[in-house]
């Protein structure tokens, strides 16, 4: 490899006359505490990584302790609607099936125990079902002929 004008092949302040010589136990000092702050470097990164999992450790059992909270929360929550449904039915004389169907807050359900009490009211008594009319049938040719044959009423 050809350099142009003589030049040697070295960057600048390389080469051996631009070096500078220490003596050994300058030299030694800096390579102590070169090896002393890689050493504290260490410790800090070894320390950081532990307050690390602590903190996850932590975080975990506080996430443990708001989730059991919630499913707690969720299930007081099932409890008292449940019982807010067995009192209204229990109000209207609701069965068991209608009951099943309350859902919502307090005022749903109550308007829904309502509608049911009366239609299942409507649908026990049955309009004169069984019962004999006091009034006479218009008269027809037909009722007129069954009269002859079977006497009146």
Do not use: C, H, W
Request: glycine share 6%; charged share 30%.
């Amino acid at each position: 490899m050809d350099t142009p004008d003589g030049a040697t092949g070295q960057t600048p302040g390389t080469g051996p006359e631009d070096q500078k010589v220490f003596d050994q136990e300058y030299v030694s000092k800096l390579r102590a505490e070169a090896a002393s702050y890689r050493m504290k470097a260490k410790e800090n990164a070894d320390a950081v990584a532990e307050l690390a999992k602590l903190k996850d450790a932590s975080k975990t059992a506080e996430q443990k302790t708001a989730d059991t909270l919630a499913a707690l929360q969720e299930q007081l929550d099932a409890q008292a609607t449940a019982a807010q449904r067995a009192n209204i039915a229990l109000k209207f004389g609701l069965t068991a099936d209608d009951a099943a169907l309350l859902t919502g807050d307090v005022d749903a359900m109550t308007a829904l125990a309502t509608r049911l009490a009366k239609d299942a009211k409507a649908a026990s008594s049955s309009p004169r079902e069984g019962l004999q009319s006091n009034t006479k049938p218009s008269d027809g040719k037909l009722r007129e002929v069954a009269r002859e044959l079977f006497g009146d009423d």
